[in-house]
């Protein structure tokens, strides 16, 4: 299956910053089949991008994604006060789907 | 607007069988998509277990085959996982959700999440 490492762990940044979360792949991942997730505290995950950088209904343009074979990026271009959360990757190129880690992004 | 509601005993003794619904509201599951099962173990990550199309078409994570039974009532608008022979590793959060794919095949990842389930496998 495809392993994916996000980095860093934890991200400490203030309102208005902009964040740059990496997801790495151990196989190439096909036709950008690459998803990215926030979750808040007792919440379920929040699809915001799919297909590496389209993003989802409702998500707001301050959030993009960017497009690679295994290296792909999540950017938050001015972080909002709910924006603080934790943030998985998932690919969904080969089965079985698998998501990364996540990265925390906080205050 | 689609809604899912998981539901289930909270408690399962080791050995024993996880069950576990989801009731859909806002949308009749027999009209498309691909429904399934995450789960979360405390403080780890994501992991897909099942998932099941409208047709009752089933597709299932190899880490979970053998053990994983996901089907569907569409006449109660439901769909269903059974874990069995549990264990204290299948402790988790499980979320019920549903495939962006509204036909042909599942694409795995999922747009509409229930709030999820704690379930706990303890004697």
């Known amino acids: 299956e495809i392993v994916l490492t996000q980095s860093p762990g934890t991200l400490s940044l203030s309102p208005g910053e902009r964040a740059t979360l990496s997801c790495r792949a151990s196989q190439t991942v096909y036709r950008n089949f690459l998803a990215w997730y926030q979750q808040k505290p007792g919440q379920p995950p929040r699809l915001l991008i799919y297909?590496?950088?389209r993003r989802a209904t409702g998500i707001p343009d301050r959030f993009s994604g960017s497009e690679s074979e295994t290296d792909f990026t999540l950017t938050i271009s001015r972080l909002e006060p709910e924006d603080f959360a934790v943030y998985f990757c998932q690919q969904y190129s080969k089965s079985p789907p698998t998501f990364g880690p996540g990265t925390k992004v906080d205050v | 607007q689609v809604h899912l509601q998981e539901s289930g005993p909270g408690l399962v003794k080791p050995s024993e069988t996880l069950s576990l619904n989801c009731e859909v509201s806002?949308?009749?599951?027999?009209?498309?998509?691909?429904w399934g099962w995450v789960r979360q173990a405390p403080g780890r990550g994501l992991e897909w277990i099942a998932s099941v199309s409208h047709s009752a078409y089933t597709y299932y994570s190899p880490s979970h085959k053998g053990r994983a039974t996901i089907s569907l009532d569409t006449s109660k608008n439901r769909f269903y996982l059974n874990l069995s022979s549990v264990t204290a590793a299948d402790t988790a959060v499980y979320f019920c959700a549903r495939d962006a794919a509204f036909g042909g095949s599942p694409l795995y990842y999922f747009g509409h999440w229930g709030q999820g389930a704690l379930v706990t496998v303890s004697s």
């Open positions: 297909d590496a950088s």
């Open positions: 806002g949308y009749s599951i027999i009209n498309g998509y691909f």
